[in-house]
């Protein structure tokens, strides 16, 4: 287990860390979520005693990791891929690992077969690109068979495949025991891998709670409805019935109703009673990605602005001019792609965010106030009204990308197909036979 208690970590007048405590239990993957520059490297890097924090501790299995017997072989981290010896091979920089902490150099063959690089081997690592350099990394960290598992966005850079091998590299460690410890920006990703979150925002605890938990307490659910194409009076007469019984109902963009406030089979009754028919009564349940925006919104440092692109308008010959919109939409034109973080038309904009109130940053100089505690500011649990997870493809009210599909079962790569593959490609991974 880890367990961080109080850690506070300031540089110079820069708080990064504050008053962090948590705990991340064996058998789960847990994820490390928070914006950039929120502290989570950091967070990772006092665990792991690579730095010291300015106030309290962290432990690995009860004690500081400088503490810990052999400690490459209890732990094991990706915490940088870039930081290898750029002249050395993959395999003589894994050898220099294994050697340091008495680790037979058979172990180093296997992980270069697990994360599919032992085509590669020989080669110099400086030449490798991004993610076959975390595919090294990844390597590094698996060596020692250690309980516990540190990844700092594992996932950067590598292709579909590696993606997908990362994932269930993951929950195959959790579900061996381990205790595995994984920060990401991909949301997606996240919802398919960890069971159990720590999210923090400048530095401090937001929650500390179940996926499932957290997208619960931290979105808003509703029924998508739909009544018969080319009958506006239907769909009228709906969202009147739906208004008078409590409820609330916005009209989407492709002319279907978005309901909150009444469950299902009261939105069905609703339109039985009042003679419309329906052509569609479909739960959605929010993404991972709209929890975690709609949480974190009040802590973000680090926003873009529109590009406004001074006089540099004129577009080389044979090129569109910069800022035109994509081809087939005008500016501004129905069906135009929402910019990130904007609300397409038509599109109910996401009720309030309760923590929007709450969060103590977004007036007040950081870290005035008492942070929330471990679990988390939860709201009073109105339990999913619906269940069931959302259609894929239905609308996402912020205009991002719907969750992507459950994990996928095992497919065979064009690799283990026998397709092509250049002498750059990592090869298939191998069965880690430890
Ligand atoms: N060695 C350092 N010296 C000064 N400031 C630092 C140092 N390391 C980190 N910081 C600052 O601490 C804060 C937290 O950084 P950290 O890298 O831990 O965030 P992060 O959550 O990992 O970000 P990202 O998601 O972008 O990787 C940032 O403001 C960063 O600039």
Do not use: C
Not at 79 to 94: E, F, M, Y
Request: hydrophobic share 35%; glycine share 12%; net charge neutral.
């Amino acid at each position: 287990m880890i367990e961080a208690v109080g850690l506070t970590k300031r540089y110079g007048p820069k708080t990064a860390v504050h008053n962090l405590s948590f705990q991340v239990r064996p058998g789960t993957v847990t994820g490390f979520l928070g914006p950039n520059g929120s502290g989570k490297s950091t967070t990772m890097r006092m665990i792991l005693g690579l730095d010291a924090p300015t106030s309290g501790h962290a432990t690995i299995g009860g004690r500081p990791f400088r503490q810990t017997p052999n400690a490459a072989r209890q732990v094991g981290a990706l915490l940088d891929a870039k930081a290898v010896h750029g002249g050395r091979s993959a395999r003589a920089h894994l050898l220099s690992l294994a050697q340091l902490s008495g680790i037979p150099a058979r172990r180093v063959d296997e992980v270069l077969g697990v994360v599919g690089l032992q085509d590669v081997a020989q080669r110099r690592s400086g030449g490798f690109s991004l993610g076959m350099g975390q595919r090294l990394g990844i390597a590094a960290a698996l060596l020692g068979d250690p309980q516990v598992l540190l990844f700092d966005e594992p996932v950067n850079g590598l292709d579909p495949e590696g993606i997908l091998w990362v994932r269930n590299l993951m929950k195959q460690l959790a579900a061996e025991g381990r205790t595995v410890f994984v920060s990401s920006h991909l949301m997606s990703e996240m919802a398919l891998t960890a069971e159990h979150l720590i999210v923090i925002g400048r530095g401090q605890l937001l929650a500390d709670m179940p996926v499932k938990d957290f997208i619960s307490a931290n979105s808003a659910d509703f029924a998508r409805v739909r009544t018969p194409d080319g009958a506006p009076e239907q769909r009228e007469k709906l969202t009147a019935a739906v208004a008078e019984a409590g409820g609330q109902a916005v009209p989407e963009e492709d002319g279907a109703l978005r309901v909150t406030g009444l469950p299902l089979p009261r939105i069905s009754d609703l339109a039985h009673a009042a003679d419309i028919r329906l052509w569609e009564l479909s739960p959605h349940q929010a993404s991972l990605e709209e929890a975690y925006m709609r949480m974190t919104q009040g802590v973000v440092d680090y926003r873009s602005t529109a590009d406004q692109r001074s006089g540099l308008q004129a577009a080389p010959a044979g090129y569109p001019p910069q800022g035109a919109a994509p081809q087939g939409y005008a500016p501004g034109q129905q069906g135009a792609p929402p910019l990130p973080g904007q609300v397409p038309p038509g599109v109910a904009a996401p009720p309030p965010n309760p923590y929007a109130q709450q969060a103590p940053y977004a007036q007040q100089a950081p870290y005035a106030p008492a942070a929330p505690v471990p679990g988390g500011p939860v709201p009073p649990q109105q339990g999913h009204p619906y269940g069931g997870p959302a259609p894929y493809g239905a609308p996402h009210p912020y205009g991002q990308q719907p969750p992507m599909p459950p994990a996928a079962p095992e497919l065979s790569t064009p690799f283990e197909q026998g397709g092509p593959r250049s002498a750059d490609q990592p090869t298939p991974h191998t069965q880690d036979v430890r």
